[in-house]
């Protein structure tokens, strides 16, 4: 019976680590970028793709047990590499830059990272600002798809957004205010 007990305690301690460690990879840093963005486990805007593809198979091997399978397709001006299965995980970078300006992770994906199956993607989106220090996520009406969808956002002056859609999609992304008057 005390072996149950310590057996508890253990796992508890256990997933209290995993809990900080979640929390602790997210991180404000520009560790030498050219803008400051949020790390997702250890991927961020402005990475160089080669790294973005290491980072992603470390995911991989840590939630799923195998390797990141990757679809790399190019399209006009971006180079894109993602998964040829679900959880799926998407990294773009337009030609020319110097690193990614496209993160996004899907609902089962987001599900496994940040252990929110049991959450609205409200509730979501409240507990990942709250979380990464970022300012509440503003609630937004999505009016184009056939079901109109609600998603949330915060767009940082350093020119990079988060926002995670109803289906708790997360992306990270480039944002470039629109220009008035041209």
């Avoid at 900080?20 to 805007?45: H, K, M, T």
């Amino acid at each position: 019976m005390l072996t149950a007990h310590y057996k508890n305690m253990a796992a508890v301690k256990i997933k209290f680590c995993i809990f900080s460690a979640l929390v602790l990879s997210i991180v404000f840093c520009s560790c030498g970028r050219s803008r400051q963005s949020v790390e997702v486990r250890g991927l961020y805007l402005g990475m160089p793709m080669d790294d973005a593809i290491k980072r992603a198979d470390e995911i991989y091997r840590m939630v799923e047990g195998s390797r990141f399978r990757t679809v790399h397709w190019r399209q006009w001006d971006s180079f894109s590499v993602h998964t040829d299965r679900e959880p799926a995980l998407d990294i773009t970078m337009e030609n020319g830059a110097d690193g990614l300006c496209y993160i996004c992770f899907n609902p089962g994906l987001v599900d496994r990272l940040f252990d929110s199956a049991s959450l609205s993607a409200e509730d979501l989106a409240r507990k990942f600002a709250e979380q990464y220090r970022l300012p509440a996520l503003e609630r937004h009406l999505n009016r184009n798809p056939p079901q109109p969808e609600h998603y949330w956002e915060y767009r940082s002056r350093q020119r990079w957004k988060v926002f995670i859609k109803q289906d708790k999609t997360l992306v990270f992304q480039d944002w470039r205010p629109q220009e008035h008057g041209k």
